[in-house]
């Protein structure tokens, strides 16, 4: 006798060992996925910072084109002198310069960068400045910033772009090493907040031979981008990147205050044609101050002599 059409063979159920790899395989792809996670964000963090410096770097040829020159630093004060003594930064000054509440949109091809911008902030938090990266000191610091401008290849800084006391353009520059082989501006982490010895924070010393005692540590490493000074808005390329002990000369002239980031791959530096990149922190010493400085004076042509 035939079976019934409506009659089905009863299905096999999944074995113990058929649940054991399913779960093993789900786990495996979970992880992965979790895995993941932290590399993708962080991959984000790094191109907006690259971001933040490529807008500062169109700030920065934006004010060539508009005055003729970079920012100028005056000469730095000591640090137990007030700090509305100091010269204006070049943050402030190009913000001045080119009637920019931000750097943010500014475009060197636009006739007129200043007319998409704000009233100049006094103060205050300034978007672009901040490294999304350095998240655990968002918030700390009333007008911090990330990101600083060059001095030198030494820790006196008189080679640099924003050497203090030194006016320059980027046609001089452009003689000397070229705007893409020297630095502009790079990241430095902020202080932590607390006067003890970290690498996000820094020591006072009389010289920069000295190493600085416990009580002569601060916390407010770019707590403001307000004043040019070396404590908050200016960087070395004297020694190489991610420095463990940061030292400030307390007549605030010299400094081995460089760039220091909490990316996994190194350190982003902007370069004076308007291009960032990421810089290990392996790199070679003689290369890292060679980018931060503008290069020797080239010797004047000879004068031809005169054919009779």
Not at 45 to 57: E, P, T
Not at 165 to 180: F, K, V
Not at 263 to 272: A, C, E, I, K, Q
């Amino acid at each position: 006798m035939r079976p019934h059409p409506s009659a089905r063979r009863p299905r096999a159920g999944l074995s113990p060992a058929d649940v054991v790899v399913a779960l093993a395989v789900a786990f495996v792809v979970i992880l992965f996925v979790l895995m993941a996670l932290p590399r993708t964000r962080e991959t984000a963090r790094l191109a907006s910072c690259r971001r933040n410096l490529a807008q500062i770097g169109q700030a920065v040829l934006s004010y060539q084109a508009t005055t003729g020159g970079l920012p100028f630093v005056g000469p730095l004060i000591p640090v137990d002198r007030p700090i509305d003594e100091a010269p204006p930064s070049p943050h402030r000054a190009m913000l001045d310069g080119l009637g920019a509440a931000d750097f943010l949109g500014i475009d060197v091809l636009k006739k007129d960068a200043r007319s998409s911008h704000a009233t100049v902030p006094v103060g205050g938090v300034v978007p672009g400045f901040l490294c999304p990266s350095d998240a655990a000191a968002f918030g700390r610091f009333g007008a911090p910033t990330s990101y600083r401008a060059c001095v030198g290849s030494d820790f006196a800084g008189t080679d640099g772009p924003f050497a203090p006391g030194r006016a320059m353009d980027l046609h001089e520059i452009e003689r000397r090493d070229g705007a893409a082989f020297t630095a502009a501006f790079a990241e430095r982490l902020l202080g932590d907040g607390r006067d003890e010895p970290s690498w996000l924070n820094y020591g006072l010393v009389g010289s920069m031979a000295e190493a600085p005692p416990p009580d002569a540590w601060r916390g407010d490493a770019g707590s403001t981008w307000l004043p040019a000074d070396l404590r908050y808005t200016l960087y070395a390329h004297a020694e190489t990147p991610n420095i463990v002990a940061p030292r400030v000369a307390r007549d605030g002239r010299s400094s081995s205050m460089g760039a220091t980031s909490a990316h996994v791959g190194g350190v982003n530096v902007l370069m004076l044609d308007g291009s960032a990149r990421l810089v290990a922190p392996t790199i070679d010493a003689d290369v890292w101050r060679a980018m931060g400085s503008i290069g020797p004076e080239l010797a004047a042509d000879p004068t031809p002599t005169p054919r009779n």
